[in-house]
T-cell receptor, first 115, second 113 residues
Framework: NAGVTQTPKFQVLKTGQSMTLQCAQD?????MSWYRQDPGMGLRLIHY???????DQGEVPNGYNVSRSTTEDFPLRLLSAAPSQTSVYFC??????????????FGPGTRLLVL | AQSVSQHNHHVILSEAASLELGCNYS??????LFWYVQYPGQHLQLLLK??????LVKGIKGFEAEFIKSKFSFNLRKPSVQWSDTAEYFC???????????FGTGTKLQVIP
């Protein structure tokens, strides 16, 4: 099993550009999520999905879109990049059990720099 | 809503010292609690978790945590730290029936040889 994979590992964007961060998992997990990690702020939830076709907003969803057309993939789209979106982005997946979350498995992260 | 508070932002210890990192949560029901660790240059991985049963849970690498329901706390402990424990530690909470997991702001632990 590859676990949770993320691409790219590092990206530089100019303000106003758009891009998609890819996330895939091969563990057949129902639950997937995107977090951003900023110094002193921990991990903040951007969007999450409890299964194919179902997504919902987290704490900091503005400026980001997600979709979940398959169980395996959960891409994160930056619509118009801003310097405030400079961060490290982590994708995670977990089995969902009875309406609550099990252990999350994290990808290696994507470092994004917006100039 | 749920929230997590980690009191120590940066802890520096000498090798063999004992460690206790504080974690308090807020949620008006049953919770699942987690500690994750992020070693330098690596991604987050689970250290230990509490779902139910014995409130004292043991994790990898000699770490343990105690769930004290009356204090809404889930403090992480290790009797004797090693240089290899240098990492950032995150407490997280998931309220039952609440799909989101909320993380604390993290504690950076630096162990000096």
């Amino acid at each position: 099993n590859a676990g949770v994979t993320q691409t790219p590992k590092f990206q530089v964007l100019k303000t106003g550009q758009s891009m998609t961060l890819q996330c895939a998992q091969d563990m057949n997990h129902e639950y997937m999520s995107w977090y951003r990690q900023d110094p002193g702020m921990g991990l903040r939830l951007i969007h999450y999905s409890v299964g194919a076709g179902i997504t919902d907003q987290g704490e900091v969803p503005n400026g980001y879109n997600v979709s979940r057309s398959t169980t395996e993939d959960f891409p994160l789209r930056l619509l118009s990049a801003a310097p405030s979106q400079t961060s490290v982005y982590f994708c995670a997946s977990s089995p969902s059990r009875g309406g609550y979350q099990e252990t999350q498995y994290f990808g290696p992260g994507t470092r994004l720099l917006v100039l | 809503a749920q929230s997590v508070s980690q009191h120590n932002h940066h802890v520096i210890l000498s090798e063999a010292a004992s460690l206790e990192l504080g974690c308090n949560y807020s949620y008006g029901g049953t919770v699942n609690l987690f500690w994750y660790v992020q070693y330098p240059g690596q991604h987050l991985q689970l250290l230990l978790k509490y779902f139910s049963g014995d409130p004292l849970v043991k994790g990898i690498k000699g770490f343990e945590a105690e769930f004290i329901k009356s204090k809404f706390s889930f403090n992480l402990r290790k009797p004797s730290v090693q240089w290899s424990d240098t990492a950032e530690y995150f407490c997280a909470v998931n309220g039952r029936g609440y799909q989101k997991v909320t993380f604390g702001t993290g504690t950076k632990l630096q162990v000096i040889p």
